[in-house]
């Protein structure tokens, strides 16, 4: 058996560095220098675990020689990294696709100080492929419906789907009422990053973003809505809906950002619900739609 063989689930899952130029002896002395806020111990104990890798998915030995270019793959882990009690549900499975219901606060893929739990590290166990892709991201916040690509040879056709815009996808949020807009409401801006980095904010010239509302249910203070972004800018419903005057219910960005270091309060999920799919399967021309089987409480 190869020596990447027992290393492939979490190889499809390492981050790579292309070596840069400079004057290092081995491989470890340029990671130390390149990460220079990873402590040296921290790479010391990676390269003893064998999880330091070159192309091939071989481990590295700590005194390997540096080589400018060389492409090395390495495991980022998190310390005392916090556990996500909620469950994802898997609601389809064949050999092109898996379409999953993502609970709230649970983060599709690897990111700042998730790294086990994820989304897609858990399918990878769950399911056994280390060949599982996310085909789409939604919020950590934001629960509902994410499609990975379970192989390579097809994942680029039904990459393309997001691309062209030939998917049809469809939200469900609760804000407080807007009684004094028609609907349906069409809304469109102009979308860049703000500040802080993960912010978005809108203008109203050269629209890059746009979004149909429509209401489904109304309460005395607040609405149950239908959304329907044309496009698939980042945080683009939540901005949208915000900038009419009815953030979300518990969002912890818009209007205002909830102070960093606060623990995730499970009691109070952000109430916006990726909530069905449809698309033309792009291999077989066959309709296909997809339905969340989660459902957003009133607060």
Same mark, same amino acid.
Request: aromatic letters at 10%; hydrophobic letters at 40%; proline letters at 10%.
């Given at each position: 058996m190869p020596a990447s063989s027992s290393f492939n689930p979490a190889f499809c899952q390492a981050s790579t560095l292309v070596l840069?130029? %400079?004057?290092?002896?081995?491989?470890?002395?340029?990671l130390c220098a390149h990460f220079a806020k990873v402590p040296a111990q921290q790479w010391e104990d990676r390269f003893a675990r064998r999880r330091v890798l070159d192309v091939e998915g071989r481990p590295l030995e700590r005194e390997a020689p540096y080589r400018q270019g060389l492409r090395v793959h390495y495991f980022r882990e998190v310390p005392e990294e916090p556990v996500i009690d909620v469950q994802e549900q898997v609601l389809f499975q064949d050999e092109h696709l898996v379409v999953v219901d993502k609970p709230h606060f649970l983060p599709v893929t690897p990111a700042g100080r998730y790294v086990e739990?994820?989304?897609?590290?858990?399918?990878?166990?769950?399911? %056994?492929?280390?060949d599982l892709v996310p085909l789409h991201?939604?919020?950590?916040?934001?629960?509902?419906?994410?499609?990975?690509?379970?192989?390579?040879?097809?994942? %680029?056709?039904?990459?393309?789907?997001?691309?062209?815009r030939r998917i049809h996808k469809v939200y469900q949020a609760i804000a407080p009422a807007l009684p004094g807009l028609s609907f349906p409401h069409r809304h469109a801006s102009r979308m860049v990053k703000g500040e802080p980095f993960f912010e978005c904010a809108r203008y109203p010239a050269n629209l890059t973003a746009e979004t149909h509302v429509h209401v489904l249910e109304r309460s005395e203070h607040w609405w149950r809505y239908e959304l329907w972004p044309v496009t698939g800018k980042t945080h683009q419903l939540r901005v949208h809906m915000a900038a009419l005057g009815a953030a979300l219910c518990n969002d912890p960005f818009y209007p205002e950002v909830v102070p960093d270091g606060e623990q995730d309060d499970f009691s109070k999920p952000l109430k916006l619900?990726?909530?069905?799919?449809?698309?033309?399967?792009?291999?077989? %021309?066959?309709?296909?739609?997809?339905?969340?089987?989660?459902?957003?409480?009133?607060?």
């Open positions: 840069p130029p %400079g004057p290092w002896g081995t491989v470890f002395e340029c739990q994820t989304l897609l590290r858990r399918l990878i166990r769950s399911l %056994g492929n280390p991201r939604i919020d950590r916040h934001t629960a509902g419906l994410v499609m990975f690509s379970a192989q390579p040879a097809t994942r %680029g056709t039904y990459q393309a789907l997001f691309a062209e619900l990726a909530q069905a799919v449809s698309f033309d399967d792009p291999l077989t %021309g066959e309709p296909r739609r997809f339905d969340s089987r989660l459902q957003l409480a009133w607060p």
